[in-house]
């Protein structure tokens, strides 16, 4: 019998929106993303709030339910708010991800209904990927709380979970129907969840856009000062950056590069061994400074460009290196080793190993060996930058 070929693609459409107060009922936003997605007053829709937000937003429950009086004739409310834990270590927990179907299939959300997720990066990854595998797809919008999920995680279109002591080992490419950006929920951020996020800016600043890392360069003070209107332009240009390449690129990661990983295998590795103490945009940072000076000992990168990128870096607060760089350091096959961070990262890609590194600052440039001596030295390397920059702090 002769083969039967079939081939067909599928076009996902999703915006990213900007506003304040969202659960002002005067506020459409939220509505009319709704209905642009095929909402209608049969659709069924519930909430997951990150505990976090809860905290900060106590009256935040009493907003969304007063939002959905308000719009009752859109679409159906099915209960009260479920608030979850936040933070990385919520992706650790197969319990929580029960309780989430759980509450999917109890309140009879199907594939027309909307799960609607509130809350930092992390929260919104297992929200989606819960969201992602129940009926197969459920409609799913982002409401991120944080700078990282702002300009990052939260607007494009991975969901995922931890397991096995890897990073997003179980996941899914789902698009949301839509995100929604509150600059409001930013303004209640403690300092570090503030500056974490500047680092996936600098990120995809570094290897696409060098004008952009000249703005955040400049704008050093305001970001250290919590200027709200200079962190909206921020978020605005890396979300922007971030959703040209998921158009331009290999949206669903089919290939073996993934240029918007820069700084992001040793990074991954970093917080499982500090046991998620330490934030993702935190480990980044370490993460950039670590391939940005391997990139320099490479003969890559100029000693200015480097120079650049790692007082930037201290300037805005971050750590430079941390002890568990250097742990079992000889022993790269020993699971507590950074250096064992590369043979994860490769897998987790496929293929073959694939790096970005840097050749100048806003372009980058992709390896597929890295070399564990050269590593060394960059770690060495960062503990004395690390030294001289917090010396008279």
Request: aromatic share 8%; hydrophobic share 40%; with cysteine.
């Amino acid at each position: 019998m002769p083969s039967i070929h079939q081939s067909f693609s599928v076009q996902f459409n999703y915006s990213v929106h900007f506003t304040e107060r969202v659960f002002n009922p005067r506020n459409e936003v939220l509505v009319r993303t709704l209905q642009a997605s095929g909402c209608t007053e049969h659709s069924k829709v519930i909430f997951f709030i990150d505990d976090g937000v809860v905290r900060h937003h106590r009256d935040i429950p009493e907003q969304i339910a007063a939002y959905m009086r308000k719009y009752h004739e859109a679409f159906q409310a099915t209960c009260s708010p479920i608030i979850l834990p936040g933070g990385e270590t919520c992706k650790n927990d197969p319990l929580l991800l029960e309780m989430i179907l759980s509450a999917i299939n109890h309140h009879g959300i199907d594939r027309h209904s909307y799960v609607i997720a509130v809350g930092g990066g992390a929260l919104l990854d297992l929200v989606g990927y819960a969201a992602a595998i129940a009926h197969r797809g459920i409609r799913h919008i982002r409401i991120p709380t944080t700078v990282l999920s702002q300009n990052d995680s939260g607007i494009g279109v991975k969901n995922g979970i931890n397991a096995f002591g890897k990073k997003n080992f179980l996941g899914t490419f789902a698009p949301p129907a839509g995100v929604i950006n509150d600059c409001q929920f930013l303004t209640t951020l403690d300092n570090r969840d503030w500056r974490a996020g500047i680092a996936e800016a600098i990120k995809v600043a570094l290897i696409k856009d060098a004008a952009f890392f000249r703005f955040i360069q400049t704008s050093t003070l305001a970001l250290v000062a919590r200027d709200l209107q200079v962190m909206q332009q921020l978020i605005y240009r890396c979300a922007a950056l971030h959703l040209q390449h998921i158009a331009n690129g290999d949206p669903f990661e089919t290939g073996s590069s993934r240029p918007l990983d820069f700084g992001h295998w040793a990074s991954h590795k970093l917080e499982w061994l500090t046991n998620y103490s330490i934030r993702h945009g935190e480990a980044v940072a370490i993460g950039i400074c670590l391939d940005a000076t391997y990139s320099y000992l490479a003969g890559l990168l100029s000693r200015s460009d480097l120079d650049d990128i790692i007082h930037l870096i201290a300037q805005l607060g971050f750590q430079l290196y941390l002890p568990e760089l250097t742990s079992y350091l000889n022993n790269p096959d020993h699971p507590r080793s950074i250096l064992s961070g590369l043979k994860e990262f490769r897998e987790h890609l496929g293929g073959r190993l694939t790096v970005m590194l840097l050749n100048a600052i806003g372009q980058g440039v992709e390896v597929h060996e890295m070399d564990p001596p050269r590593i060394k030295e960059a770690i060495s390397l960062l503990r004395t930058f690390q030294a001289e920059m917090y010396k008279y702090r």
